[in-house]
């Protein structure tokens, strides 16, 4: 396995708290990503950083922030917890662009959140 | 939204047997790739190939491209027992950029020894 780790990786908590999810990479990739998985979904992207500080939205932003101080670390956060926002997070990580001759991405093992 | 589409959800074969799955897609893509993801574990690349070609393959993989049709599928020859797992496509739209992949839902493939 890529050197990818999410903590914690499961979470029980109660709707309205905040919640914050790391994920941490030892490759010294520029790229990073969070998705969540849902049944019948499959894989949305949250949010990507593409360098220190350097983030952007994906498909299913709202009601998640993230920052990224340092390159390997890539925090997500959701700032007052809902139950739609249960699901498993993953987080990846890429070399290069996703057109670009090294894009593939490697996968962190997951962080099952679950707000009640 | 979702790019890829998924064919079968579903898939249970017997061991030895070929897998196929196929995946369609809706904008012009850069490349389109396949990723598994066995029960509980995150996902895996398995293979690319680029709008440029028809045909890739990789040990017990084949993947084809028709760009006219938007559509890809993956081939498994032989398969075993552990190939049991979730396999998705994902495409990168042809203006490419750092916000990556777009997966579809994915095809749940069953070996039955």
């Known amino acids: 396995d890529a050197g990818i780790t999410q903590s914690p990786r499961h979470k029980v908590t109660e709707t309205g708290t905040p919640v914050t999810l790391r994920c941490h990479q030892t490759?010294?990739?520029?790229?990073m990503y969070w998705y969540r998985q849902d049944p019948g979904h499959g894989l949305r992207l949250i949010h990507y950083?593409?360098?220190?500080?350097?983030?952007d939205k994906g498909e299913v932003s709202d009601g998640y922030s993230v920052s990224r101080s340092k390159t390997e670390d890539f925090l997500l956060t959701l700032e007052s917890a809902t139950s739609s926002q249960t699901s498993v997070y993953f987080c990846a990580i890429s070399e290069g662009l996703a057109d670009s001759p090294n894009n593939e991405q490697f996968f962190g093992p997951g962080t099952r959140l679950t707000v009640l | 939204s979702q790019q890829g589409e998924e064919d079968p959800q579903a898939l249970s074969i017997q061991e030895g047997e070929n897998a196929t799955m196929n995946c369609s897609y809706k904008t012009s893509i850069n490349n389109l790739q396949w990723y598994r993801q066995n029960s509980g574990r995150g996902l895996v690349h398995l293979i690319l190939i680029r709008s440029n070609e028809r045909e890739k393959h990789s040990g017990r993989l084949r993947v084809t491209l028709d760009t006219s049709k938007k559509s890809s599928s993956l081939l498994i020859t032989a398969s075993r027992a552990a190939d049991t797992a979730s396999y998705f496509c994902a495409t990168v739209d042809w203006a490419g950029g750092a916000d990556g992949l777009t997966f579809g839902k994915g095809t749940h493939l069953i070996i039955q020894p």
């Open positions: 950083s593409y360098g220190v500080k350097d983030t």
């Open positions: 490759e010294n990739h520029r790229y």
